[in-house]
Each structure stands twice: as structure tokens, then as C-alpha cells.
């Protein structure tokens, strides 16, 4: 366990050293560094804001995901003023979901599982989406923007409305469907695919989302008067605990 201000050192060194090494590579606008920097700021501020008394390794590997979406908030805003950096985009992408199936066989093998850490990894996971969504609603419809958007538009719809931010069980489908939205805004923004093809999976990929949230709120609404569950913040359709 390290502590939580050594920890945020560590994640804001990585997206440093991201960033310039984005700008030697593939010449990172000043807008790029702008989003990216900003990025971690909100970063370290929202960790030193959680809680966590210290971070344990499973939560620096998230702190390390959480930099690298960073840079590809970066790229994408980089994207907009410049032609687009695809291969290191979808390279640094991939490397990021890859740290999102570690993370947690590592706070498994290490004891160090908590209720700070699937909330950060979920959180990130949101985030990644959101920023990919953003950079493939470019390429192809303005509707894929409901992929990223669907978690803050239930965060949103969670102030006005208490019972939306009760606690979740764990359900495995949260977790694939999850992972399906990376996965197809990866392979979509990589131009993979034929594009007829890319937009049936994108279309499916909202249509599992969807139907997770409505799952959820679903059950939310039958159990918003039983024993008031503790209110953890909008958690749906990301997991609430690491796979």
C-alpha cells in the first residue's frame, strides 16, 4: 500500500511522460496537451476526493489505466485539429483494456479488494468510453455518443431522482456488456471492419447497453424502498466489483 498522494505522483508522472512521448511520435497539438493535462487533473482531484486512505498495487494499475485514457482523450481532441494518430490511438486503447482484466486479479491474489477501487475502475472504464465515443461518433454517426453518454446521463438523472443510486448487485452480463463497448468502439475507431459491418456492431453494442440500464433501473425501482441501501453514486452499466 502506498499512499494516496504518492500514488497520484506516480499516475501524473506516467501521463507526463505519455503525453511527451505522444508529441514525439506523432506531434501532440497544444490542444492535445490541454485535454490531457486537464484530463488528469480532474483525475487526481476525483482520487483525492474518494476516500481511499491509501492505494493499494491493484489500484495503481488503475491509476495507471486511468493516465493512459488520458492520452487517448489526448489523441482524440487532437484528432480535431489535425489528421488523426489512429494506429497509436488504437495501440495505447488496447493497452488500456488490457490493464482493465489485471487490475483485478490483482487486488484478488493481494487481499486488497475494496469498495474505493471497483468504484475508480469503473469509473475509469466509463471515461474510456465516453472518450472513445467521441472519436468514433466522428468517423461515423452523432448516435454513438449515447454509448459514452449513457453512464452521465444516469448520473445526471441520479441527483433528481435518490433511488437510481442505490447499491447494485453484482451481475456478470454488467461486466461483458461493459467490456463489449470498448472492445467494439476499439475495433470501430481501428477501421477493422467493413464499415456496414462496424455499424451493426456499434448499433449492438447500444442495444446491449440499453438493455443493461433498463435492467438495472428496473430493479432499482423494485428495491427503492427496501432498507434504503447505502447510496454509492451511479454504478450501472459498469461493474461493481473488479472482474
Not at 493497452?95 to 469509473?123: K, N
Request: proline fraction near 4%; aromatic fraction near 8%; include cysteine.
Amino acid at each position: 500500500m502506498v499512499t494516496v498522494r504518492y500514488g497520484l505522483a506516480v499516475g501524473s508522472a506516467v501521463l507526463v511522460a505519455l503525453l511527451a512521448a505522444l508529441e514525439t511520435t506523432v506531434g501532440l497539438s497544444a490542444e492535445g496537451w490541454g485535454v490531457g493535462l486537464t484530463c488528469g487533473f480532474v483525475m487526481n482531484s476525483a482520487v483525492a476526493r474518494g476516500g481511499a486512505r491509501a492505494l493499494g498495487p491493484a489500484d495503481l494499475v488503475t491509476l495507471t489505466r486511468a493516465a493512459i485514457a488520458c492520452g487517448v482523450a489526448a489523441l482524440v481532441a487532437d484528432s480535431f485539429v489535425q489528421r488523426a494518430a489512429v494506429p497509436t490511438l488504437v495501440a495505447i486503447t488496447v493497452v488500456a483494456l488490457v490493464l482493465d482484466a489485471v487490475d483485478g486479479r490483482v487486488a484478488r491474489r493481494t487481499g486488497t479488494e475494496s469498495v474505493f477501487g471497483a468504484r475508480f475502475d469503473g469509473e475509469v472504464d466509463a471515461f474510456l468510453i465516453l472518450i472513445l465515443s467521441v472519436y468514433v461518433a466522428s468517423e461515423f454517426a452523432a448516435w454513438v455518443l449515447a454509448i459514452g453518454a449513457a453512464r452521465y446521463a444516469f448520473a445526471v438523472a441520479g441527483l433528481g431522482l435518490p433511488w437510481l443510486r442505490g447499491q447494485l448487485p453484482p451481475r456478470n452480463w454488467r461486466k461483458v456488456v461493459a467490456a463489449t463497448q470498448g472492445i467494439v468502439l476499439t475495433l470501430a475507431a481501428a477501421s477493422v471492419a467493413p464499415r456496414g459491418l462496424a455499424y451493426a456492431a456499434l448499433a449492438l453494442a447500444l442495444a446491449l447497453l440499453t438493455e443493461s440500464f433498463g435492467r438495472d433501473v428496473l430493479w432499482l425501482w423494485r428495491h427503492r424502498f427496501k432498507g434504503r441501501a447505502q447510496l454509492t453514486g451511479p454504478s450501472v452499466p459498469l461493474r461493481l466489483q473488479r472482474p
